[in-house]
């Protein structure tokens, strides 16, 4: 059984860093792409990033594209979001999610199946 945990959340101001990790374990971490996806309360959930098994193939949502960088550590069975220039719009529950895939390509967000528990992110102005 695949399990995701996430840590790095927290609360920054307008214009600062923030680096999230999500750890896989159960399952072959270079068989998964990985993805971040955030949250706000009463809207749906976004896919904002996703990386292929290898780490070749990136996706950005346009919204976090150029402050986002989304990384992955194969031998550490460890994705990253480091989140950059850092908005109030950002303030969200982010999570990670795992999809089984291991061509080099970047799943569409309704292609994940397996998700983290969430981490809070609060940006304040």
């Known amino acids: 059984q695949v399990q995701l945990v996430e840590s790095g959340g927290g609360s920054r101001q307008a214009g600062g860093s923030l680096r999230l990790s999500c750890s896989l374990s159960g399952r072959t971490f270079s068989d998964y792409a990985m993805g971040w996806f955030r949250q706000v309360p009463g809207k749906d959930r976004d896919f904002i990033a996703g990386?292929?098994?290898?780490?070749?193939?990136?996706y950005y949502a346009v919204s976090v594209k150029g402050r986002f960088i989304i990384s992955r550590d194969n031998a550490k069975n460890t994705v990253f979001l480091q989140m950059n220039s850092l908005k109030p719009e950002d303030t969200a529950v982010y999570y990670c999610?795992?999809?089984?895939?291991?061509?080099?390509?970047?799943?569409?967000?309704?292609?994940?199946?397996?998700w983290g528990q969430g981490t809070q992110v609060t940006v304040s102005s």
């Open positions: 990386i292929s098994s290898s780490g070749g193939s990136t």
């Open positions: 999610a795992a999809s089984h895939e291991p061509k080099n390509r970047v799943p569409l967000g309704y292609e994940y199946d397996t």
